[in-house]
């Protein structure tokens, strides 16, 4: 009875001190239980601060431009660009004078009541156009000159007869570029080349007597 009691008190000592120490962990750890929610002043968990991430990503790299880097250009592009923008040289400066000047064709005298003339564009087929004026009057409005000739037949008056070739374009490629025949009574009596401007003009005198 007596070794009984003994071992009674030493379980209890034992369970006792056991108690205590269960509970002197818990005052230490400095954690809070309530609803299944864990709070920790000491951040623990080690999940990163928010303010310092945003912080990092708002700082732009160093070493980066993020300006918009300009697009790369067709090399044809800039030798285009080169060739149009060169100064014009003496010789294209000279042509374009010549070509913005009245052509005369010639002086003719004739005794038929008419004379006929062949035109053509004799270089690329470009879409030039011409106005046929006699004595200041429109005998044809607009005439396409094409790689064919086409022949125009004009009505002579007793005297003078003025006859005006005026170029109304210069195609695709400029100048207006024509070939040209004057015939008389199934004869050539003319034969000549234009290179004209706009608005420019070539032109004969006929002659015709009684």
């Known amino acids: 009875m007596k070794y009984f009691l003994i071992i009674l008190l ?125 004595n200041g009057k429109v005998v044809i409005e607009n005439l396409l000159l094409e790689n064919a000739y086409k022949e125009i037949t004009i009505q002579l008056e007793v005297g003078f007869n003025k006859v005006e070739f005026i170029a109304l374009n210069q195609g695709d490629s400029g100048p207006n570029t024509a070939e040209f025949k004057a015939i008389d009574n199934g004869k050539v009596i003319a034969h000549n080349v234009w290179n004209l401007l706009t608005g420019v003009k070539a032109s004969t005198v006929i002659v015709r007597n009684q």
């Open 10 to 134: 030493f379980l209890g000592q034992l369970a006792y001190s056991q108690i205590d120490a269960s509970r002197s962990d818990t005052k230490n750890s400095g954690a809070v239980f309530s609803r299944g929610k864990i709070n920790s002043g000491n951040n623990t968990l080690g999940i990163p601060n928010r303010s310092k991430v945003d912080n990092i990503f708002k700082k732009p790299e160093k070493g980066i431009n993020f300006q918009p880097k300009e697009q790369m250009t067709n090399p044809s592009d800039l030798y285009t660009k080169k060739f149009n923008s060169k100064p014009e040289n003496e010789n294209d400066q000279k042509m374009k004078e010549e070509f913005g000047r009245d052509m005369h064709i010639g002086d003719f005298v004739t005794t038929s009541d008419k004379m006929v003339f062949m035109c053509r564009d004799h270089m690329l087929f470009d879409g030039d156009r011409v106005q046929v004026r006699l």
